[in-house]
């Protein structure tokens, strides 16, 4: 079955420490996946996608398909940085988009002062 | 100039009542959805339509009944209201053909039945 995973319920780290939050997937084929976060009070918006290979307000992440793995990196965590991040994966469908999101259960980063 | 719009954003009514959810959204897009985030946080889809055509519907309750006027719109409308009905619902929408593929949400609607 189509699975994505993220064992920390709940990051905490200190203002200016490096930051991972662990996402892994379970899925027959090649799917794509993202990175979508909610802060305080704010819609859910997307923050990455595996296939564009971007660095967005510092963060990246790194396909590793022999690990099936998609975790979200940043050097030096800010105060702002703090809110849900959720990964979530979708079946390539030819040139379509309509595929559904399949979301991990999602990992609250706290970053102290 | 809101995206995806959700109204309402707040939703309390009693067990056993019948209420509706609606969403809209400005960004030209072809396909809607509709999420449940449950009181983990945990987020689930339930509904997509693309070109005002139901393309997923996954195992929810027939209770719960997604229309789509037009491409712009994708209503929910559930029935005779569970407690296990409270949670927030996200509409979402996205380009079926173009552009990233990504999908952009509403702020939700927060539903709790008494």
């Known amino acids: 079955a189509q699975r994505v995973t993220q064992p920390e319920k709940l990051l905490s780290v200190f203002k200016g420490a490096p930051v991972e939050l662990k996402c892994n997937y379970s899925?027959?084929?090649?799917?794509?996946l993202f990175w979508y976060v909610q802060y305080s009070r704010q819609r859910l918006q997307l923050l990455l996608r595996h296939i564009s290979r971007e660095s967005i307000k510092g963060f990246t992440a790194d396909l590793n398909k022999g690990e099936t793995s998609f975790h979200l990196k940043k050097p030096f965590a800010q105060e702002e940085d703090s809110a849900m991040y959720y990964c979530a994966a979708r079946d390539r469908q030819g040139s379509s988009n309509t595929g559904k999101l399949i979301f991990g259960q999602g990992t609250t980063l706290q970053v102290k002062p | 100039d809101t995206a995806v719009s959700q109204t309402p954003k707040y939703l309390v009514t009693q067990m056993g009542n019948d209420k509706s959810i609606k969403c809209e959204q400005n960004l030209g897009h072809d396909t809607m959805y509709w999420y449940k985030q449950d009181s983990k946080k945990f987020l689930k889809i339930m509904f997509s339509?693309?070109?005002?055509?139901?393309?997923i519907n996954e195992t929810v309750p027939n209770r719960f009944s997604p229309k789509s006027p037009d491409k712009a719109h994708l209503n929910l409308h559930i029935n005779s209201l569970e407690l296990g009905d409270s949670a927030v619902y996200f509409c979402a929408s996205s380009s079926a053909s173009s552009g990233t593929g990504a999908q952009h949400f509403g702020d939700g609607t927060r539903l709790s039945i008494l």
């Open positions: 899925y027959s084929g090649s799917p794509e």
């Open positions: 339509y693309n070109n005002k055509e139901l393309i």
